[in-house]
């Protein structure tokens, strides 16, 4: 088995250290989720810590691309070709059991597989009810979940439901960089005279979770105590009474752990960040669209496109001063108060959009059962159904009409209703600050949000300009109120047309290997107005390019933009032209 570096030699990330041992000591609180980019020790201290609490042979790791039936269970496909028992074949929720199940990525998971398994990590127990099959068994363990922002948010239902979640840094110093790589390079030359030199620490730790698991359920909360957590959670404005129970069972974990039998305030206030950090919601003050609402929706996620890398922070030293390009106009936020997200007929719908520019959502009709594994494979290719073997409509089939079974496997349709994807990539430079054309422009955008939230679907939008490029809302449904991230966007510099493209090409290219948002559009909004070449770009998605121009002079190479990506082209006047007129 490969040596684990001990958990008492890591280094920095104190809250996240905290985290997985309130995790351990209260598997209750729900999971934890780590947020942060690579190469921040994520997995690194979670298999530590299920080495010092001897639970290793339980560390499942589950794969990306794991299927529900991998996860969950599923029919023995053995017995049912040896014998035709139907029988339960486990999946990694019982592998888990007694241990620690770490997932890394979890933001590009399925949102009813996270479900699941927050639904199993609440409560400890898998039942599976599936092709008549009804079982069920003990599934109790620690959840550790990673995700990378930038790479797409969970949804807040989802945030709501880890117990406690922790936001990672690197590290503080330079001094504290290469402590980190000299302990490394330690272990990596002899893991187990370096573990030696820990052990002291190691069992010290361990016998301090395994007192800190037998008090924990006698540690006494107070009715004050119990005040000032809901205090804190009225203060941070969230939903319903989740955080409460976690903060209070969190606590009771941090003071079993120091060994106090009742909790005070010390104990809450070391706890608070880990339980309130994803579930503060101070956005009830932000919807008449102020500037304060910028705040909700943080503009840092900008990433480097790697083979522009070096001219990001270069263009940010000579960006010009921030114009107020997202600033939208009193009676543009009146109307929209008004109308409870209602459309105004001024701006275009996305229906119509949708006609001018020939993209429809992309919807499958369920085919006929396949009768052979060849014709499953072109139906799956063609995205129709899945490679999962339907063993229940197999077997009937087989006894009903006295067929071979191995030669009439049934396959499982995929699931309909996979959530379309609208991703608006925004020209912010300053060149596009006034004018007709930012009004029109804002509605726009406007229209497609109000379209996805009412549709249930999603939204992604990027900006690029004061020549950088910045995620402002990641993959997810936008908010009923999208004022708050139109006055977000802030406009200046020039115009990295290309580097916008290649970084979302780059995303682009990400979702496909995992699966992801497979179902989308892409709408390029700029005037046209940048030098970069963009014939060699290919972009993996139907595209309809909008030309914001709307100046006395006009350049006109907007449209010569959409041809060079292949896209449909459309001047953003006509479709409000169209529209007033409906």
């Known amino acids: 088995m490969q040596p684990t570096f001990p958990f008492t030699a890591i280094i920095g990330q104190e809250q996240l250290k905290i985290a997985l041992i309130l995790s351990v000591i209260d598997p209750d609180l729900g999971g934890l989720l780590i947020s942060g980019p690579r190469g ?36 023995d496909a053995q017995k049912i070709l040896t014998n035709g028992e139907v029988s339960f074949s486990p999946g990694l929720l ?61 949804r807040p239902q989802i945030l709501d439901r880890f117990g406690l979640m922790v936001e990672l840094q690197g590290p503080a110093s330079i001094e504290e960089r290469v402590q980190i790589t000299t302990q490394r390079i330690a272990f990596d030359k002899n893991a187990k005279q370096f573990s030696q030199a820990n052990d002291e620490q190691q069992a010290t730790l361990k016998q301090r979770i395994d007192s800190a698991q037998q008090s924990v359920g006698s540690v006494l909360v107070s009715n004050d105590i119990q005040t000032s957590i809901a205090t804190l959670c009225h203060e941070a404005g969230v939903d319903g009474l989740r955080a409460d129970i976690t903060l209070t069972r969190a606590a009771k974990a941090y003071a079993a752990f120091h060994a106090d039998a009742n909790v005070s305030e010390t104990h809450i206030d070391a706890v608070k960040e880990l339980v309130l950090l994803h579930r ?70 996305i229906s119509t959009l949708k006609k001018k520019s020939n993209i429809t959502t992309s919807t499958t009709a369920l085919p006929g059962k396949p009768s052979s594994k060849n014709t499953s494979r072109r139906l799956s290719e063609r995205g129709m159904v899945t490679t999962q073997i339907d063993w229940l409509s197999t077997i009937i089939d087989s006894y009903a009409n006295n067929f071979d079974m191995l030669s009439n496997l049934q396959y499982k349709h995929k699931k309909t209703g996979r959530n379309h994807l609208h991703v608006l990539l925004v020209d912010t430079s300053s060149s596009t600050i006034g004018g007709e054309a930012l009004k029109n422009t804002k509605g726009l955008i406007r229209s497609i949000a109000s379209h996805a939230y009412l549709k249930r679907e999603l939204l992604c939008i990027i900006q690029f300009g004061n020549n950088k490029v910045s995620i402002i809302q990641p993959p997810r449904r936008p908010p009923k109120s999208f004022i708050p991230i139109l006055n977000s966007l802030k406009a200046g510099g020039g115009t990295p047309l290309r580097k916008a493209l290649k970084y979302t090409e780059a995303i682009f290219q990400r979702w496909d290997q995992n699966q992801q948002h497979t179902d989308r559009s892409l709408y390029l909004f700029t005037d046209g107005r940048s030098n970069d070449t963009v014939s060699d770009i290919k972009i993996r998605s139907p595209l309809t390019v909008i030309d914001t121009e709307n100046t006395a002079l006009k350049i006109g190479r907007t449209a010569r933009i959409a041809s060079a990506l292949k896209g449909n082209y459309c001047h953003i006047n006509s479709y409000v032209n169209t529209c007033a007129t409906v």
């Open 40 to 75: 921040c020790g994520k997995s690194t201290a979670a298999r530590s810590l299920a080495d010092l609490i001897q639970t290793q042979d339980h560390f499942v790791n589950l794969p990306l691309g794991a299927s529900e039936d991998r996860v969950i269970g599923s029919i």
């Open 94 to 154: 019982k592998k888990a059991d007694e241990g620690m199940l770490y997932v890394d990525e979890v933001n590009l998971l399925p949102d009813h597989l996270i479900d699941i398994l927050l639904d199993v990590s609440a409560s400890g127990r898998n039942y599976v009810e599936r092709d008549g099959l009804s079982h069920q068994h003990s599934a109790r363990f620690v959840l550790v979940g990673t995700m990378n922002p930038d790479e797409g948010e969970l």
């Open 280 to 349: 503060r919601n101070n956005t009830n003050n932000s919807s008449q669209g102020s500037d304060t609402g910028s705040q909700q929706q943080p503009d840092n996620h900008s990433s480097n496109e790697p083979s522009d890398s070096s001219s990001d922070s270069q263009g940010n030293n000579q960006a010009s001063p921030q114009g107020s390009w997202g600033e939208l106009t009193p009676e543009s936020v009146d109307s929209a108060d008004k109308q409870s997200f209602k459309v105004s007929k001024q701006y275009p719908d």
